[in-house]
């Protein structure tokens, strides 16, 4: 028996070796994740009696990065290098089989559509890590990764080649009027069944037990939208439960406990967003000081600092100046309805403004899911045009609830305005930089994208001629001078055509803020709404 223990003792010291030896050796793409894997055997709760930590250091750097059980005794810590070179680790933990483990690996440049987690830039845009200028062009499928798998793979394709680089999603499911569906795994281990506030059956659940696989299906799909090159944008907590499975009744306790775990597991993965709430005032059982408490938890666990909001519903609006909020979400249509107003919120914030939800393409009898694909397509551009950005939505429904209604349960594309949100999208792209308004409280249709590029947008106005002319300011940039050429081209925002105009315009002298041509030549427009021109200067 003894020469046995040894043996097995020795193997055991042998396989942590080789480990070591594997980790140490396999490389690793920069804001790719690096995973280490440790067992052990605990009888208690692994979940929160085992505490594990791993310090990854390369030359002055060092990041802290808590593990997480992911359940039959594995143990698991997540890392994402953001700088290139040999990185070295060493772990902590309160059991001995887990503390003071060490190894290294190297990280490699990052290759392909690698551009690593996206960051706030000059204040009201955002970056790539890379330096890759980043323009949310997102959409909303609340219980896509909640459907059957037939679903989930529409969904994917669907968005492949949409033109969408950001997807809002809800970790937790969803129970709604047009969201029925159960699904198929949970967040927690269940216990059995219960009686809810409703007095109806419903399962009970084991709240200090998460469920790993949940999670690793969550993690897969995530993976998928990555591939994609699109942000999932998660959305940690809702109302949308009614008591069907107690999950937005969960106490603090068990909330903190979830946060923990969660940014612990996904942290590390480049593509992820948090959304503390979507809705969070809806939600009956938290305060507006649970929502804060909650919000600083999430930045606190997070190593890497994502981008984190936090989402009212219509016109309810928080704190987004707290340094655990990186940018505005908001819901509120009004800002994008009226002209120049979307840039208020930007300039009040003075961080990034996303209108996460101004309604929804659709046909439902409710108003926020009845827009016409043109009225979609219009409160983008608005909120363009403003230096803000608009998440899209649609809402069919053809037969009843069990439709695969966009918005809710993902599937496959019905309206017109997604492939509109695609077309703005290259616009933004074209230019040098992010859009704002050039003489903001003055001139809200122009705006620019750098010096000497303006797009100007017209909306549903329909105009036979546009007399040449462009205001002096230019929002950060250099003012407009005299004797610059330009280039005109028409863009029909609805039928996604541009369209050169032939003529070069040259700017006269300045007439009360704003230039003209200096033959006060003009152009025919198209008898259209939604269209917009776009400013270039000819260099010389």
Avoid at 159 to 169: A, D, E, P
Avoid at 366 to 375: L, T, V
Avoid at 500 to 522: G, H, M, N
Wanted: neutral net charge; proline residues 4%.
């Amino acid at each position: 028996m003894q020469i046995i223990f040894k043996r097995n003792l020795f193997l055991s010291l042998l396989c942590m070796l080789f480990a070591d030896f594997l980790a140490a050796q396999q490389p690793v793409e920069q804001w790719n994740r690096f995973e280490i894997e440790l067992k052990h055997a605990y009888r208690g709760n692994s979940f929160h009696d085992i505490k594990l930590t791993a310090k990854f250091t390369n030359k002055d750097t060092s990041y802290l990065v808590d593990g997480f059980f992911d359940g039959n005794g594995i143990f698991k810590i997540r890392f994402m290098p953001e700088k290139t070179g040999t990185w070295t680790y060493v772990t902590s933990s309160n059991v001995n089989a887990l503390n003071n483990r060490k190894g290294s690996f190297e990280c490699i440049p990052a290759s392909g559509r690698n551009h690593g987690i996206v960051r706030v830039s000059n204040i009201y845009s955002f970056k790539y890590a890379d330096g890759k200028q980043y323009y949310p062009v997102g959409t909303t499928a609340y219980a896509w990764n909640h459907m059957s798998q037939e679903t989930q793979q529409f969904t994917l394709q669907s968005l492949k080649n949409s033109g969408f680089n950001k997807v809002r999603m809800c970790v937790f499911p969803k129970e709604y009027n047009l969201v029925k569906e159960e699904p198929e795994i949970y967040p927690f281990v269940s216990t059995g069944m219960e009686k809810g506030p409703d007095g109806k059956e419903r399962k009970s659940w084991d709240l200090s037990t998460f469920n790993p696989e949940f999670f690793r299906v969550l993690e897969k799909q995530i993976d998928e939208l990555n591939k994609l090159g699109i942000e999932a944008d998660l959305i940690l907590f809702h109302p949308y439960d009614k008591g069907r499975w107690g999950f937005d009744s969960l106490s603090m306790d068990v909330n903190f406990k979830y946060i923990k775990y969660i940014v612990a597991r996904l942290s590390s993965f480049r593509n992820v967003w948090w959304s503390i709430a979507n809705e969070w005032d809806l939600v009956k059982y938290k305060t507006h000081d649970d929502w804060i408490a909650l919000s600083k938890a999430v930045a606190a666990a997070d190593p890497y600092h994502h981008l984190a909001s936090i989402h009212g519903s219509t016109a309810k609006y928080i704190e987004y100046w707290l340094p655990c909020y990186t940018h505005a979400s908001i819901q509120d249509e009004a800002p994008v309805m009226n002209w120049g107003a979307a840039a208020i919120l930007r300039n009040a914030y003075q961080k990034p403004v996303i209108y996460d939800e101004v309604g929804y393409e659709g046909n439902l009898q409710s108003r926020w899911g009845r827009y016409s694909g043109e009225e979609m397509t219009y409160l983008m551009w608005m909120g363009a045009i403003g230096g803000t950005y608009v998440t899209h939505g649609e809402a069919f429904m053809f037969k009843d609830a069990t439709d695969t209604i966009f918005w809710a349960k993902g599937g496959m594309f019905k309206g017109s305005s997604w492939k509109r949100a695609g077309f703005l999208r290259r616009i933004m792209e074209e230019a040098p930089g992010p859009l704002e308004m050039s003489d903001v409280s003055r001139d809200f249709k122009t705006a620019s994208g750098g010096d000497g590029h303006y797009i100007i947008y017209f909306g549903k106005e329909i105009n036979t001629y546009w007399d040449f002319n462009l205001p002096q300011k230019n929002g950060s940039f250099s003012r407009l001078t005299s004797g610059k050429k330009f280039k005109v081209e028409i863009i029909d925002t609805w039928n996604m055509t541009i369209t050169s105009v032939s003529d070069v315009f040259e700017t006269a002298s300045v007439e009360d803020y704003r230039l003209f041509d200096k033959e006060r030549k003009k152009i025919r427009l198209p008898m259209n709404p939604y269209l917009a021109l776009r400013v270039t200067e000819r260099k010389q």
